[in-house]
């Protein structure tokens, strides 16, 4: 049988029975049993990595070349040996715990450079929607009369609004007081109107346009807002590199948010309250004109009440009079109720917190650098030893 071809237990025989070395001598220098180096030899049991060092020392000559180094492996058989793996792990500790500490040190290094980060919240809480809520007296009106007000119950996905294009660009034209107490744009904040290093083009002057569409795209990044679906509590969040701008900016989108809300809920009645002031008008010349036809008749047919067709006629004049009056009064008092909801300023959202300037920064999170970047060296490092074991 040649060399080569036997396992790695059986050059430890070999070995063993060329140089006569007893087994319990062998063992006692592998740190090992008798019975743990027989199974060593007869293949049943992989041998360790610390017994492997052990037999090395004790018998240099046994290792010759690198062919007759045969390490244990980490997976076979789809089977981690878990214990291996902690072993060798273990006896590169140095090597690991360097690279996670200047990992660490650079991730938190690295924080320093990254722009300090303000975060603010405003808190908004929706209304009850109850159409003639706190109307009185004419919320009775409205029952005695027949006539369901305006519920307006028109709902908005507060995310969409906040997210807008609209609120952007008014949070952009807008100045803001910084911190210094200077006013400032968010163009300004950003450094967006700054003379770039390097120019592709030939333009001299920079296009307004182009840097308002870059801030609105900005703008989106930096505001957030959370709707609660149980509660209704509506969460703005704002974040800038100025503490005093990012929480006026905050309450700035706040009350957008609920003056749009609060326009387009009485557009609704003002468009009612024109429909029906035109529909009056029109009505009101009808009324007047079969009011008169009627009188007319009465003058001109004295004994109509003894002519059966003049007293068919007088009816036909009578029932037009009458309908006109009746649509006449309908619409004046659904014109009175539109007025009233028109004029009516019941907020749909109320401002439950608002924001305060922040007193610590929110980003960067030093200690979060701190420990991502050593996780992500103690797993490199780990793959490293394992891929030149």
Sequence with gaps: MEVNNLTFGQKIKRFRLINDIRQEDMAEKMGVSRATLINYEKGHTKITVDALEKLKQAFPKFILDETDKEKPKILQDNIIDFRLLF??????????????????LSGFASSYIMKKQYTAKITLYPAKNDGMQGMGQ??????????????????????????????????????????????????????????????????????????????????????FVNEDRITGLITISTKLEDPIIVASLANFVGKQIQNYIQKENSAQSTKEKIFIGERLSVVKKELESSEFDLKEFKESNRGYEDSPELFMIFSRLFREAEAKKEVYLTLQQQLELARIEEVRQSPILHILDSATPPIRKSSPNRLMFLIIAGVIGAISSSIIVLYKY
């Excluded at 060798?88 to 500490?101: D, E, T, Y």
């Excluded at 995310?159 to 744009?185: C, F, M, P, Y």
Aim: hydrophobic letters at 45%; aromatic letters at 10%; glycine letters at 4%.
């Design 87 to 104: 072993e060798i792990l273990f006896k590169k500790k140095r090597f690991i715990l360097l690279l996670v500490f200047f990992m660490s």
């Design 138 to 223: 004419f919320q009775a009106l409205a029952m005695n009369l027949g006539i369901n007000a305006s519920q307006g119950d028109q709902s908005f996905n507060i995310s969409d609004v906040v997210k807008s294009r609209l609120i952007a660009e008014k949070s952009i034209k807008q100045t803001w007081i910084n911190s210094l107490g200077t006013e400032v744009s968010l163009i300004d904040l950003w450094g967006l109107n700054k003379e770039p290093l390097f120019k592709f083009s030939n333009e001299k002057a920079i296009n307004k346009d182009i840097i308002e569409e870059k801030a609105i795209r900005k703008f989106d990044k930096h505001i």
